[in-house]
């Protein structure tokens, strides 16, 4: 299929009078690389509970290296992440039996003499650490090796400094997508941004992603001061356009923000939703905001409280709206939405057509979706 494109007011798109399926009940593709933690947060010699659709999984070795396990003992099926890294191995709190980084028993300390090591462990996943994070590979390891990781090259540019959000929203992950995705939502930050008259100029889709193009034009109404330092419109402010280029490129989210007259982004924004119940009715957001420091040393240092302030509101008001989008779907047992804007039946086609049947839930009945871990932490 080749990518269509267009240029407004709006894309066409005809679904017939045939039902569609309601993406609030697909589960995310699994054969992803997925953040699951901050990097930061995993310590040496010591286990973290992170999840992926209700599988709990991590745990740092006395090296530094980061194995992925799933989280039960093969034994008794007490959680491994209760139990104590010794050296590289992971050792269960209850009767002691030590697993490597593969899922492998190491060791049964009381194992009759002359008796059979159980031959299978558990299972483990491929992991990788980038960007500040820890990504694993929920899906077939097989082909772990050949996906590859998201390429952010202003990540470690030493024009740009990165600001790194992670933060729980208890909503679908395909909320997520369509609240970026709409920028005719912009009414719900009246308070931060000021008013904003958002205009399609263009879109392209193809099988896996969907692109839009928007010019912001201010309209009047209080800016946020972190708003116009992260637009690079300074402390004074301004009133100059952007154009804000969004992308869903299946399963990760993209933004950048180019101001009027300028020929690189002032940011970069790349997300991901990470399922955390077997539902998938919440999820992790892991957000990198990539800035491009301006060209007077030490400017972003000094503005940095001030957009941190501004994104951190903006995205409390995002997370307002999609938790009551998902508390709407649940209490009405599915999706009723009237969508009159046929971007946002673009882009739920792309998740809906790439995404997977959610595993039945019958085994994790009643299970927290946070699980106390830290990676729910808000």
Known sequence: MEAESGSGPYPSLDHGSGAVSDLRRSGINPDFWYPVAVSRS?????????????????????????????????HRQVPLSMGVVEGEVLRCCYHAWAYRGNGRISQIPYLPKGAVRPPRGVRAYPVREAYGLVFVFPGDPEKAAVTPLPDLPEFGSA????????????????????????MNHQFLHRGVLGRIQPELLGFDRGPDFVEARYLFVPAGGKKDRGAALLSAEGVSGGSSPDVITVRTQYPYQTLQAVPEKAELPAFSLWAAYVPQDAEQRVNHTFGLLMIAKPPIPGALHV???????????????????????????????????QEVFPLILQVRDVLRANGVPLRSTTARA?????????????
């Open 42 to 74: 995993v310590a040496r010699k010591r286990t973290f509970a992170a999840l992926f659709a209700g599988e709990r999984i991590l745990y740092r070795g006395e090296g530094g290296t980061v194995f992925a396990l799933e989280d039960r003992c093969a």
């Open 159 to 182: 024009q740009h400094r990165t600001m790194t959000f992670s933060r729980t929203v208890r909503c679908h992950y395909s909320f997520m997508h369509e609240n970026l995705l709409d």
């Open 303 to 337: 503005a940095w409280p001030f957009i941190r302030r501004f994104t951190e509101r903006v995205f409390a008001e995002d997370r307002m709206a999609v938790e009551a989008e998902q508390r709407a779907w649940d209490e009405q047992g599915e999706d009723r939405n």
């Open 366 to 378: 009643g299970a927290d979706p946070c699980g106390g871990s830290a990676v729910c932490t808000p």
